[in-house]
């Protein structure tokens, strides 16, 4: 079955840098990845999303890279800020054509002064 | 606006006492979506409601566990005779539609569980 992993639990970064948050998934027939952000004690909230047919798609310093070829997905957050500090999930679909999805275990984004 | 809504925000119970999560999706939303976050993990999927129908019920854990939507809106996951290992926090999503498109999955705050 379909699978999605991180490849670290906590990322720390220096406010203004840049972060770079990566995942993998299993199924190569995945069409659509999205990622989540959950901050303490809230439901995560979407953040931006990508198709198969695209390798990169970028929203407000955000950006996110699909490479279909090694089943890799990541999430850049550009000049990282105090308020990005939260729990990235990526998510792909349990069933294509649905929005049933398999999230993967989160990676904690920690921003340092 | 009014997003997904969840009741209670906390819940602390004792093992083997049953006890009932609520969740009020946004206005409108058709599908319903049912999760269980423990500690430090992922999300994991329970439930699935397609308007009051549950099409995939493949992630509940045992038959402790059931939930119900009734009028295409509220919805409630009820565990029976709760363990310990039952603690996390349950989320609850809504999209506009679960079926033959992808749709934003909205969450709700979720609700705290701690079984004693």
């Known amino acids: 079955g379909e699978s999605v992993g991180l490849h670290l639990p906590t990322l720390s970064v220096q406010e203004g840098d840049n972060s770079i948050i990566n995942c993998a998934y299993s199924?190569?027939?995945?069409?659509?990845f999205i990622w989540y952000k959950q901050e303490s004690g809230k439901g995560p909230q979407f953040i931006i999303d990508?198709?198969?047919?695209?390798d990169k798609r970028q929203g407000q310093r955000v950006t996110v890279l699909l490479n279909k070829t090694v089943k890799h997905l990541s999430l850049q957050i550009a000049a990282t800020q105090p308020g990005d500090s939260a729990v990235y999930f990526c998510a792909v679909p349990r069933v294509l054509n649905t929005d049933k999805l398999i999230f993967g275990t989160g990676t904690r984004l920690q921003v340092f002064p | 606006g009014a997003g997904v809504s969840q009741s209670p925000s906390n819940k602390v119970t004792e093992k083997g006492k049953d006890v009932e999560l609520r969740c009020d999706p946004i206005?409108?939303?058709?599908?319903l979506y049912w999760y269980r976050q423990s500690l430090g993990q992922g999300l994991e999927f329970l439930i699935y409601?397609?308007?009051?129908?549950?099409?995939?019920k493949s992630g509940l854990p045992s038959d402790r566990f059931s939930a119900e939507r009734t009028g295409g809106s509220v919805s409630t996951l009820t565990i029976q005779r709760t363990q310990q290992e039952d603690s996390a926090v349950y989320l609850c999503?809504?999209?506009?539609?679960?079926?033959?498109?992808?749709?934003?999955?909205?969450f709700g705050p979720g609700t705290r569980l701690t079984v004693l």
């Open positions: 990508i198709r198969s047919n695209m």
């Open positions: 999503a809504s999209s506009i539609t679960g079926t033959n498109s992808y749709n934003e999955q909205f």
């Open positions: 199924n190569s027939a995945s069409d659509y």
């Open positions: 206005s409108g939303h058709t599908a």
């Open positions: 409601f397609q308007g009051n129908s549950a099409p995939d």
